[in-house]
């Protein structure tokens, strides 16, 4: 696991290394144990080394047997073990024992369909010198992060955006249209990124540079269909769990010791059990505890843990932590929040760093895959609703969906209709099980300034959504196309990145999921969706596969939904949170109306009611958190950007 | 009960819409169709309606007619302080 960067040079301009420094030592927190550069009068290739296989040999960037292809890559492809047997078969000699040169022997015999062979998690660029070729690519699901743009005839490549902002000309600018889709969608629409002119690569895609030409083609498609409705249960069952065993066991391939992540939760405690079965030694787990009962699972991870025998660590969190270090998190998130999920987790990984791990294991992707969140259960109730509008039984089944969300209990039914959207129109939409989430986070916009209002109203998210989708996606059916939505969005723009890669990375943890190997998901994706929620019961196949291996408990447990206090992190009506500096300095009138962004009279508003206690709904909940996590990008990237700062030292 | 108009559309204009209404608010604008109103707000409001006018709301009592927008909120509220006026059950 690493951090990568890059500069391919157009016209005639001079190929600065300090430049390329700078961009990598930016992200050496992705890579403290060491830093390697290849540069000719082409290219600058840039690495920053996490060392976890063949810790002595795995230098990069890396090159094959004459020197004529290059590599600087971030991630782990778990089956190289079998394709540098086959490499070897065909005649490569290799030098080292890494799954980097695996990739460059790989591209030599397979050139950019080589990636269709990896089972892994990677962002990379090969650079191909006899065809003067830059060759990138990012993994199928998107758990590693990969950005890219051009200045003056120069493409730039890192993974991270803050490495592209180091170098000299590329403007600094929050995209609108992005900060529209992100006030939408929680995620902006690759490739779109928050900041205008910065792309991201898609995850499944791979892209070239050759002759000052761009292309970037999809390798690799999510595909519900056809459905394999002859899916006969107990088959099912057995070839989840064979595929889900050898994904956690090639994800145990590492020359430093592996912990895993332990939330409570089914997933993780899965991901757990198989560990377990398949090490001799004891297993080092990691937890976050909430002081805030309202979140807490601690009493789920001690049962856990203490049922699996593991050797587990806990960080036990405040509102207080959370935002002490919010503007750290928006650092490494590089984009605006509406949730504070993601910092416990940058807490849980200096708990993991501290313990001296670099790699960990986590349920991320088995709610996407299998069937578990709220979001497919509520749709489904509201499909069931809509069929027999008049039933007066139908919609208080939305309120046994919610059992913690105290006010929704009261509500009445002409209330619950409006909410939850089942209208008839309604009803055809091809984003019906997103719609109630969607136009709750669109009111958010009733934030921002005058200014950028018009720019607002004149672009409907929604629309270029429609474009992205693939052309089957109308036909497949609603529990499967929200499914897609999940997966192809909010996992990659959301939980991977701003709660996985940027949370982990930043204190050199790498985590591997073994529930997001390709094979795990596309068997997932035939499964009929009767079989991944019965009824309402919510990852019902993977329950049914892994009794025995995990506490009843746990097993039987309804899903609770991983969460974080928001407001009361930052402001508190009964004075028992410290008040922090920049909260009040970032949402001041003069700030808000300087930095153009929002309105300041509504934000001061919304600032007096967060005072006087009384924001407890998720939209201004939302609101708060998305306004003030929209003013530390504008703050660390726009206003002042630090890693402008070491350019100009340097020069 | 001018004044309790003015009164309520202060409240819904500034709680929900932080004070940017871009459209004047009418009288018989429905909270719900403008999208004014989640299930929070519901929630807001009653706390709201029993502070201020020191009236005591029953769950059945929680419906749009009776609170989905200004005009049905003075119906309401003048029916209730009424009751209240003449010592019958609040």
């Known amino acids: 696991m690493c951090g990568i960067a890059g500069i391919l040079r157009g016209g005639n301009g001079r190929l600065d290394r300090t430049i390329l420094q700078n961009m990598i030592e930016l992200i050496r927190y992705r890579g403290p144990d060491a830093a390697g550069f290849y540069t000719d009068k082409h290219v600058g290739l840039a690495h920053a080394r996490l060392s976890i296989i063949d810790l002595g040999g795995g230098h990069q960037p890396m090159h094959n047997e004459d020197k004529s292809i290059w590599v600087t890559y971030n991630g782990e492809i778990f089956n190289y073990v079998e394709l540098r047997e086959e490499l070897i078969g065909k005649g490569h000699r290799f030098s080292t024992q890494s799954d980097t040169e695996v990739l460059v022997h790989l591209y030599e015999e397979k050139g950019e369909d080589c990636v269709e062979y990896l089972n892994g998690q990677w962002a990379f660029a090969i650079w191909d010198s006899k065809r003067k070729k830059l060759f990138l690519s990012r993994d199928r699901l998107g758990v590693r992060p990969l950005f890219y743009t051009s200045t003056d005839k120069t493409f730039l490549f890192g993974s991270e955006i803050k490495s592209l902002l180091a170098y000299p000309g590329v403007r600094r600018e929050i995209d609108l249209h992005a900060l529209n889709q992100l006030f939408t969608f929680w995620v902006t629409l690759p490739p779109r990124t928050i900041f205008a002119g910065i792309s991201e690569l898609p995850p499944g895609h791979s892209m070239t540079v050759e002759n000052g030409m761009v292309r970037i083609r999809p390798y690799w498609h999510l595909d519900y269909s056809p459905l394999s409705m002859k899916s006969v249960e107990h088959t099912s069952i057995d070839t989840l769990l064979k595929l889900l065993t050898d994904a956690t066991k090639i994800r145990l391939r590492s020359d430093v010791p592996v912990g895993a992540y332990l939330s409570g939760g089914l997933d993780s405690t899965v991901i757990t059990a198989l560990m377990k079965k398949l090490t001799e030694n004891s297993i080092k787990t990691f937890s976050i505890s909430f002081e805030d009962s309202e979140f807490d699972e601690s009493a789920f991870q001690k049962e856990a843990s203490s049922f699996l025998h593991t050797d587990h660590q806990d960080i036990r969190c405040s509102y207080q932590d959370i935002g002490r270090v919010f503007p750290e998190v928006i650092w490494h998130t590089e984009k605006p929040l509406l949730r504070t999920a993601p910092a416990p987790l940058f807490l849980l990984s200096k708990l993991v760093h501290g313990h001296g791990y670099k790699v960990i294991l986590t349920g991320e992707g088995s709610d996407e895959i299998l069937g578990g969140y709220d979001v497919f259960k509520e749709a489904k109730i509201r499909r069931f609703w809509g069929a027999y509008p008049s039933s007066r039984m139908r919609p208080l089944l939305l309120k046994k969906l919610y059992p913690y969300l105290r006010n929704l209990q009261s509500q009445p039914e002409a209330y619950l209709r409006a909410f939850f959207h089942v209208g008839q129109e309604d009803l055809k939409s091809p984003f019906f099980s997103h719609l109630p989430r969607w136009e709750l986070t669109s009111k958010l916009k009733l934030f921002l300034s005058d200014d950028i209002k018009s720019d607002v109203n004149g672009y409907d998210p929604l629309a270029e959504l429609t474009k992205l989708l693939p052309s089957n996606y109308f036909q497949w059916d609603g529990f499967s196309q929200a499914q897609y939505l999940e997966s192809m969005y909010l996992l990659p723009g959301y939980i991977l990145s701003s709660q996985g890669d940027r949370m982990a990375m930043a204190h050199s943890v790498e985590g591997r999921f073994p529930f997001l190997d390709y094979r795990v998901v596309e068997f997932a994706a035939r499964i009929p969706p009767r079989l991944k929620m019965r009824v309402l019961n919510e990852k019902y196949l993977l329950k049914q596969a892994v009794a025995g291996l995990i506490p009843p408990a746990i097993q039987k447990r309804p899903k609770q939904p991983y969460r974080a206090p928001d407001v009361k992190s930052f402001i508190s009506a009964d004075g028992k949170v410290r008040s922090h500096e920049y909260v009040e300095e970032l949402l001041s009138p003069k700030r808000i109306h300087d930095d153009g962004i929002f309105d300041h009279a509504a934000v001061q508003k919304l600032v007096a009611k967060a005072r006087k206690g009384q924001v407890i709904g998720i939209k201004d909940n939302m609101a708060l958190v998305g306004i003030l996590s929209t003013q530390l990008v504008v703050d660390q990237f726009i206003n002042s950007f630090s890693g402008r700062e070491l350019n100009e030292q340097h020069s | ?90």
């Open chain 2, 1 to 90: 009960m001018n004044n309790i108009a003015e009164e309520l559309r202060h409240f819904v204009v500034e709680n929900y819409l932080f004070g940017r209404s871009d459209v004047e608010l009418k009288g018989d604008d429905s909270f719900l169709d403008r999208g004014i109103i989640d299930s929070t707000g519901v929630l807001e409001l009653v706390t709201f309606l029993e502070g201020t006018y020191q009236i005591q709301i029953q769950d059945e009592e929680v419906i749009p007619s009776n609170l989905d927008s200004i005009n049905n909120l003075l119906r309401f509220l003048e029916a209730k302080l009424r009751i209240a006026g003449n010592g019958g059950e609040p």
